[in-house]
């Protein structure tokens, strides 16, 4: 499931403080401290449908996209299809990739599929494909489903079951 991240970049606050905190004596004897200001660097960022107090953090060198490894381990399909889940579509073999002679073939198939759809983008190394989103921070599912005896993908890398977040994220707000 894809959520959307947006923000209107970040702003800058001052925030009142006080450096010792309070103290019942104050008022009596000594009058209430003066406040130091803190400046709060944040702002609104909206992630699917939720407003979140944040900052949207860019990695050094600009936005990286969401990304993702599986290695064709086994190309032997006969004990039951396999779907590879990538967002919002299902890949099955023999019905969106041909399964080739050798693993590397059936790489370069799925490699080649996924490039089909839109916002995604795959190569394939030999018998690993890398996949990559044009999103950079969505929450985008990323697993195989084996129906048959044989795990033909594995290791798919991240294994949390999405692909790995790219840049910018989500994170506190920063202090000045």
């Known amino acids: 499931m894809w959520q959307r991240v947006r923000s209107n970049g970040a702003i800058t606050q001052l925030v009142g403080l006080f450096p010792h905190g309070p103290d019942p004596v104050w008022p009596g004897l000594y009058g209430k401290p003066?406040?130091?200001?803190?400046?709060?660097?944040?702002?609104v960022v909206t992630k699917g449908q939720v407003n979140q107090n944040g900052r949207m953090t860019p990695a050094p060198g600009g936005a990286t996209p969401c990304?993702?490894?599986?290695?064709?381990?086994?190309?032997?399909?006969?004990?039951?299809?396999?779907?590879l889940v990538l967002g919002n579509y299902r890949l099955i073999n023999s019905v969106d990739?041909?399964?080739?002679?050798?693993?590397?073939?059936?790489?370069?198939?799925?490699?080649?599929?996924?490039?089909?759809?839109?916002?995604?983008?795959?190569?394939?190394?030999?018998a690993v494909v890398t996949i990559v989103a044009a999103a950079t921070a969505d929450v985008i599912d990323f697993r195989a489903l084996h129906y048959g005896t044989?795990?033909?993908?594995?290791?798919?890398?991240?294994?949390?079951?999405?692909?790995?977040?790219?840049?910018?994220?989500?994170?506190?707000?920063?202090?000045?």
């Open 34 to 43: 003066l406040p130091r200001f803190q400046a709060i660097n944040m702002g």
């Open 67 to 83: 990304t993702g490894q599986l290695t064709v381990a086994d190309n032997d399909f006969s004990t039951g299809r396999v779907e």
């Open 97 to 126: 990739y041909q399964v080739g002679v050798a693993a590397i073939n059936t790489a370069a198939n799925l490699a080649a599929a996924i490039s089909r759809y839109s916002g995604f983008r795959a190569t394939a190394l030999g």
């Open 150 to 176: 044989k795990v033909n993908f594995t290791p798919l890398t991240p294994t949390a079951g999405i692909l790995a977040l790219g840049s910018p994220q989500i994170s506190a707000p920063v202090l000045l």
